[in-house]
């Protein structure tokens, strides 16, 4: 239908923003040389950190469900960086950047995405104007839920301004 092989599928996959445990590591200061501003901001974020240096712990217990979740969350959080760093780049000043995003939990942690994304956008040339939490609770996978108990987590609009 897409004209496009499994393989070809599976490589444009793997360029698509890191969010499933498949992702491999990108190296994205070989991508943009100016994303270096983006890593350094990630790697000070301190809930961002404790959460990896949590899982990656799990990881090395053997009891995590996928031994990728560590890799997928580092991924996606560092890359998010580089994005917000690209939109902070292009847009005009005052302009609004508007984003909705879940939080998520994995091996019983919470992840509160909003909290870690908002904090690399106000280091990245935002002001965060509102996060707005949308009614009803998201629940956390099945499998979280058979061995953490059901735990709501939040879903929310985030409306950043372009400093």
């Not at 847009?91 to 984003?99: E, Q, T, V």
Request: some cysteine; charged content about 20%.
């Amino acid at each position: 239908m897409l004209a496009i092989s499994e393989k070809g599928l599976a490589a444009l996959r793997q360029e698509m923003l890191s969010c499933t445990v498949e992702n491999r590591p990108k190296d994205l200061l070989a991508m943009n040389q100016n994303w270096d501003l983006a890593l350094s901001v990630a790697d000070s974020q301190a809930l961002l950190q404790a959460i990896l240096k949590y899982l990656d712990n799990q990881k090395l217990r053997g009891v995590l469900n996928n031994n990728g979740i560590p890799r997928m969350i580092r991924g996606y959080f560092y890359e998010m960086a580089c994005i917000i760093q690209e939109c902070s780049r292009v847009l005009k000043s005052g302009a609004l950047l508007f984003m909705v995003n879940d939080n998520v939990r994995y091996a019983g942690v919470s992840v509160s995405v909003d909290l870690i994304l908002s904090n690399l956008a106000e280091k990245l040339g935002f002001t965060v104007e509102n996060i707005l939490i949308l009614p009803g609770n998201k629940g956390n996978s099945s499998q979280q839920m058979g061995n953490h108990g059901r735990y709501p987590l939040r879903k929310c609009v985030y409306v950043w301004r372009k400093q």
